[in-house]
T-cell receptor, first 110, second 109 residues
């Protein structure tokens, strides 16, 4: 079964803030990453958390709580170009094995 | 630097044919990966490698084989293609973050 859970769709308006949640399994967990994919193109890296807490990169932030097996991606000041699929990715086996979640399709409306 | 290069970009195979998807990276990354992505779905890990000479199964390895004789190259072999293998295939390499190729769109008819 799917060990990573994230919402399938999220809709928000331009300028707003949106949070995409992700829960993961704990066996062999090494870290949680987030990737963005536009229209079936190559996924691109957004953020990575190995330790608990918040990582901030411009308009994007990512959070991890190991005790809750939970993380989220926070997107601020949404722009139309942020409409894409967002994947949480679990690192296992000391980070060598990368398992993708099913993805969250974000639609940003004017 | 070219990053991760996948060839071919598109391919149509007949049932039962075989082919090799090529993947090369020029970033000297130890970790390399093959994923498949079906429409509207996430990426499923087929095989991965943590260094030359070392490969391991991912989530969906059946029907595929890989080899890693050099750090740069990580080809994916499909033997006896089946319609269920129609998908988009992505190769990636990683140091701290993963870099993906542009994908190979494979149709098996």
């Amino acid at each position: 079964g799917q060990s990573l859970e994230q919402p399938s769709e999220v809709t928000a308006v331009e300028g707003a803030i949106v949070q995409i949640n992700c829960t993961y399994q704990t066996s062999g967990f090494y870290g949680l990453s987030w990737y963005q994919q536009h229209d079936g193109g190559a996924p691109t890296f957004l953020s990575y958390n190995a330790l608990d807490g918040l990582e901030e990169t411009g308009r994007f932030s990512s959070f991890l709580s190991r005790s809750d097996s939970y993380g989220y991606l926070l997107l601020q000041e949404l722009q139309m170009k942020d409409s894409a699929s967002y994947f949480c990715v679990e690192g296992r086996n000391q980070g060598g094995k990368l398992i993708f979640g099913q993805g969250t399709e974000l639609s940003v409306k004017p | 630097n070219a990053g991760v290069t996948q060839t071919p970009k598109f391919r149509i195979l007949k049932i039962g044919q075989s082919m090799t998807l090529q993947c090369a990276q020029d970033m000297n990354h130890n970790y390399m990966y093959w994923y498949r992505q079906d429409p509207g779905m996430g990426l499923k890990l087929i095989y991965y490698s943590v260094g030359a000479g070392i490969t391991d199964k991912g989530e969906v390895p059946n029907g595929y084989n890989v080899s890693r004789s050099t750090t740069e190259d990580f080809p994916l072999r499909l033997e006896l293609a089946a319609p269920s293998q129609t998908s988009v295939y992505f190769c990636a390499s990683k140091n701290t973050e993963a870099f993906f190729g542009q994908g190979t769109r494979l149709t098996v008819v």
